[in-house]
């Protein structure tokens, strides 16, 4: 269903699923609960100041950028099985809640124990933020002499050598609140320690709330990813030390099958795999960038939880040159295309990996680009 509030009158436009019509003729469809979302909404379109107040403002022709965000076009409202509502206004149980976490990829150009948090960064090579996906071997080795070895890229055929890391947490120090609220908040007890990027602030912000994400859901187009190779949280780790030492660790690795959660798309799975806590903290007295969390971290704020992923292929599209290319490269992709040189060239086919906290619902998206040497 959707709805839009036009000249002080509402529009509705519903549309019933089977299951609804049915009960509708039946005489027994009865609305027991529902939802808002704001899927349409481009929030970047609001420069500058309060984008509450400015959603509440009348539109004239001088307000041109609040018209942008304001008279956003409205999906049409379909009869999926499934929600169409990705984006879903939340309701928190504390009022003390300060600060929301988000999702971030690790871009950091950090390579520890085969970890590779970013699809590659080397100069000169086709990075961005498309995080590239060899598919087979005979692909990684050319990829690798072609680009001496510098360009860093997930491995399909090698399932635990490099991986994407999605942080959840905070990307902005948190103010130090006025004495009223700390009276209000937490009388007695708060401290500077609480507002540094520290683990009394990871405490205090997050994980008294429960806004840690233990479990990720990562969400693919199965007609290309089979599986999710998640990091099991017992191994793993995360975390530096006063010292200047870190631990990074994501080897210990495991299958995440289709789970049966419905999704908006027939060919798109989820897939749940595990979380850690991610310890990463600053340390004034460490000399250098050592001591400071943003070396390792994506995030400025205080970190909840971290987790890692890499991704299996569907077998199809793993055959290499001697083989005979799979029609998904050219129904779907680009074939016979020179991405890393003017000699060799590639099939890719691009998707997106969307991954969910499950305990914040926050969510970020990563482009995945398959590619498949097809010779010269």
């Known amino acids: 269903m959707a709805f839009q509030d036009t000249c002080y009158s509402i529009i509705i436009d519903a549309v019933l699923t089977d299951k609804g019509r049915e009960r509708m003729a039946k005489g ?9 979302g704001d899927d349409e909404i481009d929030y970047s379109l609001q420069p500058s100041g309060s984008l509450i107040a400015a959603l509440h403002q009348p539109i004239t022709e001088t307000s041109t950028p609040d018209i942008a965000l304001t008279a956003s076009a409205m999906y049409e409202a379909y009869g999926s099985k499934v929600s169409n509502i990705h984006y879903g206004l939340l309701s928190y149980p504390s009022q003390e809640i300060l600060y929301l ?53 997930l491995e399909a055929s090698s399932l635990d050598s490099k991986r994407v890391i999605i942080e959840s947490g905070l990307d902005s120090i948190p103010e130090y609140p ?45 007609r290309f990813i089979s599986h999710v190779i998640g990091c099991r949280s017992c191994d793993a780790q995360f975390r530096n030390y006063a010292d200047g030492k870190v631990e990074i660790n994501f080897e210990s690795s495991y299958d995440s099958i289709p789970t049966s959660v419905a ?5 798109h799975k989820g897939m749940i795999i595990e979380g850690i806590d ?17 070396f390792y971290s994506s995030l400025r704020g205080p970190k909840g939880t971290v987790t890692a992923f890499n991704l299996n292929v569907d077998n199809d599209l793993k055959i290499n040159s001697a083989g005979t290319r799979n029609y998904k490269y050219t129904n779907y992709g680009e074939i016979n295309k020179m991405i890393f040189d003017d000699i060799h060239k590639f099939d890719y086919i691009d998707t997106t990996v969307e991954v969910v906290g499950n305990a914040t619902l926050s969510r970020t998206q990563v482009p995945i680009r398959l590619v498949r040497y097809a010779g010269k």
């Open 178 to 222: 006025s004495e009223a609220v700390r009276d209000k908040l937490e009388p007695d007890t708060l401290s500077d320690d609480y507002f540094g990027i520290t683990l009394p602030a990871r405490q205090y912000f997050l994980a008294r709330f429960g806004l840690m994400d233990y479990h990720y859901t990562i969400y693919v187009d199965t």
């Open 28 to 36: 027994s469809f009865e609305v027991v609960k529902f939802s808002f």
């Open 278 to 294: 991610n310890e990463m903290v600053d340390f004034a007295h460490t000399p250098g960038p050592h001591g400071l969390s943003t």
């Open 263 to 267: 999704t908006s798309f027939e060919s």
């Open 101 to 153: 976490p988000i999702l971030k990829m690790n871009s950091k150009e950090l390579v520890t124990d085969g970890v590779v948090p970013k699809g590659g960064w080397a100069a000169g090579t086709p990075t961005g933020s498309m995080v590239y996906l060899s598919v087979n071997d005979e692909t990684t080795d050319k990829v690798n002499e072609i680009l001496s070895g510098t360009f860093g890229f």
